[in-house]
């Protein structure tokens, strides 16, 4: 089971995340690389996840309202947020239930249906949450078509077509079917909290940084936050362990993260410019869960830097003058 757990994950974060951020467009000896012609051993719809990641949470990262990353369902990590009573639970609810299924939870974002659950069940729907523009939404039977499409084409796979050939190897059908759910569940924590640890950091960014280039490199700065691991074990997290050189260069192939870091962190340090890094990645999920419980709370009275980061993981202004 560790070598199907390896192949499912290198398949999600190290190549398909990649891939579709458009990392080996500029390879034309490997069309099957390309972003718009990779289909992704996921279950998730290349297109819309496309459009809501690259096109809109890359260019507006951290910005309220606009960055559905910040969010991924009824998500609450900043104060402005109207509170509600679900987030009171929403730290069991996201550990236990959401990110289990974290891969087939994306389309939900992607297709704009939790749009709809926030519109209905929400006192103020969907007031701080980014929503799909309108000019990009889909009509309902297209949604749930891609949304079928992108599931059925991995169940039919790992929950059909092997346990039937295993049961006609001679092999338990059963232990196969098992198997393949025990390590959809694996994959899916693995690449959640990956993901959700580092992305959520304070300030909010400001709605115009994408006017100004400068700012808007800054911004990504602020909004990403990367943990310390080595090179083999950079490569199970998609290289997303360098949050903030992905954030700076998404569509650069990850593998290069680790040698532009050193680059990154000499010019912020230059600058004066922040570079935020937690120790391990048990320190950033550590600290993430802190953010998650804090803001289940209506008026959380711990500043959020300190629930996300250790002083020594945050380069500021005042810690570059001390040094």
Not at 84 to 96: A, E, M, R
Request: glycine residues 4%.
């Amino acid at each position: 089971m560790p070598f199907l757990f390896l192949h499912r994950n290198l398949e999600a974060i190290e190549i398909g995340h990649n891939v579709l951020h458009g990392q080996y467009d500029s390879f034309d000896e490997i069309p099957q690389f390309h972003a718009k012609n990779f289909r992704w051993k996921a279950p998730v719809d290349e297109t819309s996840w496309r459009q809501e990641h690259n096109a809109v949470h890359h260019v507006h990262t951290n910005v309220y309202e606009k960055d559905p990353d910040l969010n991924h369902g009824f998500l609450r990590v900043n104060s402005q947020v109207p509170h509600t009573k679900l987030h009171y639970f929403q730290v069991p609810i996201y550990l236990f239930l959401f990110y289990p299924f974290m891969l087939y939870n994306f389309n939900a974002q992607n297709l704009g249906i939790v749009d709809k659950f926030r519109a209905k069940y929400f006192p103020q729907g969907n007031k701080g949450y980014a929503v799909v523009d309108e000019a990009l939404r889909l009509s309902k039977a297209e949604g749930q078509k891609r949304h079928k499409r992108a599931v059925r084409r991995v169940w039919a796979k790992e929950y059909v077509f092997f346990p039937l050939l295993a049961l006609l190897s001679g092999f338990g059908a059963i232990k196969v079917f098992l198997a393949n759910f025990l390590v959809d569940v694996m994959n899916s924590y693995w690449i959640a909290l990956t993901i959700q640890a580092t992305h959520f950091t304070e300030p909010l960014q400001p709605e115009d940084a994408i006017k100004n280039k400068g700012k808007w490199y800054v911004s990504q700065l602020d909004s990403s936050v990367n943990f310390k691991g080595n090179r083999w074990q950079s490569i199970l997290w998609g290289h997303l362990n360098y949050q903030v050189e992905h954030h700076l260069f998404p569509d650069i192939p990850a593998h290069r993260y680790p040698d532009m870091a050193i680059d990154v962190r000499a010019v912020c340090k230059q600058y004066n410019l922040p570079y935020k890094c937690n120790d391990s990645w048990r320190a950033a999920i550590k600290k993430f869960v802190g953010a998650m419980w804090t803001y289940s709370f209506k008026n959380p009275a711990v500043p959020i830097k300190a629930a996300f980061l250790d002083k020594a993981a945050y380069i500021d202004k005042e810690a570059v003058n001390a040094k």
